[in-house]
């Protein structure tokens, strides 16, 4: 099995910066792909940006151009570099990871339990 745990969260003011980490751990696994998607109060969740493993990337609209994504395949680890933040990005930002389960290579779809990113002066 595959558990993920984001960190990075916190306050900011308008126009900061944040860096969100996601570590994935687990035995015998190999990672397809990782996202971060965020959840508002009162909203559903979206999508903000992928990456496959082969390094493909996608972003919502709403943040092409501020935030970056990137991963450290040796480290199973996620990274979202989050520039010029607005008051609207504040959510609950969650790491998701699409990997394929060595055991009996089944595909997984594992969601971390999301940290905080609270946009505000």
């Known amino acids: 099995q595959v558990q993920l745990v984001e960190s990075g969260g916190g306050l900011v003011q308008p126009g900061g910066s944040l860096r969100l980490s996601c570590a994935a751990s687990?035995?015998?696994?190999?990672?397809?792909?990782m996202g971060w998607y965020r959840q508002a109060s009162g909203t559903e969740r979206e999508l903000v940006a992928d990456i496959t493993r082969g390094g493909d990337t996608r972003y919502a609209e709403s943040v092409k151009g501020r935030f970056t994504i990137s991963s450290d395949n040796a480290k199973n680890t996620l990274y979202l570099q989050m520039n010029s933040l607005k008051p609207e990005d504040t959510a609950v930002y969650y790491c998701h990871a699409r990997a394929i389960d060595e055991t009996n290579w089944s595909i997984l779809g594992v969601w971390g339990p999301g940290t905080l990113v609270t946009v505000s002066s």
């Open positions: 687990g035995s015998r696994f190999s990672i397809l792909a």
